[in-house]
């Protein structure tokens, strides 16, 4: 019985849609630190002296209890010895409803602007420079748990009622049902921010798990694989209204690939704070996401739906996974929602 839930617990470290060992967000430009560190307090030509972030995705509600994830993250720019630097950190929340098991990361983080090009506090594109390129650093940790009393076990079994109870004892016990680890995440970006220009191109990579950390409940050694990311885009200004922004985001870990390309569009409304955002995105053997949400000045709401296009639409039927974020821009001395024009 052990052995079988030892393997229960194996399978829910190594994924959470099968197709990554890493939980991923539909929503991956929203959750910037957790996809790039170099992302850290670096917002290129776009307004803000800090952002905060919240991301919550809800998927497999066709189990009984779906599986959650949490995201909230902070950061800002800050200048040290006249040298552009980004600090912040996120933490993330991965609650299954299998055994209880739960992912708890947190993540401190920091970035360097290595062209010093970018914008100064909330002035956008305040620096003549075309080429935008920063590094970044997470030092972190994650604990991991599970509750053994959400399971049952061969002891409990009644042959009167011809099912399991709970209150008989298991005759089960557990060295260990929690653990923490260190965890390491590098990452590089870069953006053609020449302002005047129709293209801004930019693309990011990232490493993440650099240590590897032992993520094993038992004697055995289970290491964390180290998860490879390759984002890429273009923000495309086809007029004073209209943006469309192309993107792709590659991912790799333990042999196992997952590639996602989308288009998001976003058109501001005249004399208005507002601007309207729908997209669409196609992860490769998984799912098609639809997006759909407003930006007032440079906050941003948004929601969407993955709509299952692998055989495990069998298994959850025809229910996909729903997410929401919200992204505040707030510039010091002002409230959050001070009247203005939205910008792209």
Request: hydrophobic content about 35%; charged content about 15%; glycine content about 8%.
């Amino acid at each position: 019985m052990k052995v079988f839930l030892y393997t229960i617990l194996i399978l829910l470290l190594s994924c959470t849609g099968l197709v990554a060992q890493d939980y991923h967000m539909s929503q991956y430009d929203a959750t910037t630190l957790y996809m790039n560190p170099a992302l850290t307090g670096m917002y290129g030509d776009n307004w803000g002296d800090y952002k905060i972030y919240n991301d919550y995705r809800s998927q497999w509600a066709s189990l009984a209890k779906p599986y959650a994830t949490i995201y909230i993250a902070y950061d800002q720019p800050i200048k040290i010895a006249d040298k552009d630097f980004g600090v912040g950190g996120y933490i993330i929340d991965n609650r299954s409803p299998a055994g209880g098991f739960n992912t708890l990361t947190v993540m401190p983080s920091i970035a360097y602007n290595i062209t010093g090009n970018g914008a100064s506090k909330y002035i956008s594109g305040s620096s003549s420079g075309k080429h935008y390129l920063t590094t970044g650093l997470q030092l972190g940790f994650f604990y991991k748990n599970f509750n053994p009393t959400n399971f049952t076990y061969d002891d409990q079994y009644s042959s009167d009622q011809g099912t399991f109870d709970q209150s008989i004892p298991s005759g089960e016990s557990f060295a260990k049902t929690s653990m923490i680890r260190f965890d390491v995440n590098l990452g590089i970006y870069y953006k053609y921010i020449e302002k005047g220009k129709m293209f801004h191109p930019f693309a990011g990579f990232s490493i993440q798990h650099v240590t590897e950390p032992n993520e094993s409940f038992t004697s055995y050694k289970s290491l964390l694989p180290m998860r490879f990311n390759v984002n890429a885009g273009c923000d495309i200004a086809v007029n004073e209204q209209l943006k469309l922004v192309p993107t792709f985001l590659y991912m790799n870990q333990a042999s196992v690939p997952e590639a996602d390309i989308g288009l998001l569009a976003y058109y501001k409304i005249q004399r208005s704070s507002y601007t309207p955002l729908l997209g669409c995105d196609y992860r490769f053997n998984d799912a098609i996401v639809i997006h759909i949400g407003i930006k007032q000045n440079e906050h941003v709401f948004r929601f969407s739906y993955d709509i299952n296009t692998s055989y495990l639409n069998n298994f959850s039927g025809g229910r996909g996974a729903w997410e929401f974020s919200l992204i505040l821009t707030g510039i010091k001395g002002a409230p959050f929602f001070a009247k203005g024009q939205s910008r792209f």
